[in-house]
T-cell receptor, first 111, second 114 residues
Framework: SQQGEEDPQALSIQEGKNATMNCSYK?????LQWYRQNSGRGLVHLIL?????REKHSGRLRVTLDTSKKSSSLLITASRAADTASYFC???????????FGKGTKLTVNP | KAGVTQTPRYLIKTRGQQVTLSCSPI?????VSWYQQTPGQGLQFLFE???????NKGNFPGRFSGRQFSNSRSEMNVSTLELGDSALYLC?????????????FGPGTRLTVL
């Protein structure tokens, strides 16, 4: 089964609103990463948050990590049509160096 | 700084053939990882190479193989192609290990098997 799972699978919002997507994982991790993918293209790294961090910001992005609940959230504030993409969380698998991606949240921002 | 490049961008093959995909990482990056992305299975880790050594491998059959050269460029080979191998193949590079450093992805190679 997936190590990281995003929720919801799809999200549609109006431009200017905030978008929140969540990621849950199963095992202990030393970091969690979020990536964005525009339709059929390569992934773009957004944020890496380490297990000893609770919150991290980058521009309009805010990521939180709750290791006790094994979950993370990605908040995009004041969304724009250009934010339309799929968003993935990725975590190391168990104690290995493999990076495992969730199935992603497909975000649509309507003008 | 140039990004990760992958060639070719699109490829059409028939069942039973073999294919080689190429990836050039960002200069200075020693780790190259490969992923397969399909609508049904999502993004799946294939393998990672670091300093010419395969460091990790995903759950794929032996038909999938790869290598890394001394200049960190990497190739991935799929032999005896099956219809289910149709996918977007993504390559990513990073300075250090896959699980600890941000990865920079290439645009991918879209493989269609007929």
């Amino acid at each position: 089964s997936q190590q990281g799972e995003e929720d919801p699978q799809a999200l549609s919002i109006q431009e200017g609103k905030n978008a929140t997507m969540n990621c849950s994982y199963k095992t202990s991790i030393n970091n969690l990463q979020w990536y964005r993918q525009n339709s059929g293209r390569g992934l773009v790294h957004l944020i890496l948050i380490r297990s000893n961090e609770r919150e991290k910001h980058s521009g309009r992005l805010r990521v939180t990590l709750d290791t006790s609940k094994k979950s993370s959230s990605l908040l995009i504030t004041a969304s724009r049509a250009a934010d339309t993409a799929s968003y993935f969380c990725a975590v190391p698998w168990g104690g290995s160096e493999k990076l495992v991606f969730g199935k992603g949240t497909k975000l649509t921002v309507n003008p | 700084k140039a990004g990760v490049t992958q060639t070719p961008r699109y490829l059409i093959k028939t069942r039973g053939q073999q294919v080689t995909l190429s990836c050039s990482p960002i200069s200075g990056h020693r780790s190259v990882s490969w992923y397969q992305q399909t609508p049904g299975q999502g993004l799946q880790f294939l393998f990672e190479y670091f300093s010419e050594t395969q460091r990790n491998k995903g759950n794929f059959p032996g038909r999938f193989s790869g290598r890394q050269f001394s200049n960190s460029r990497s190739e991935m080979n799929v032999s005896t192609l099956e219809l289910g191998d149709s996918a977007l193949y993504l390559c990513a590079s990073s300075r250090g290990t896959v699980a600890r450093d941000e990865q920079f992805f290439g645009p991918g190679t879209r493989l269609t098997v007929l």
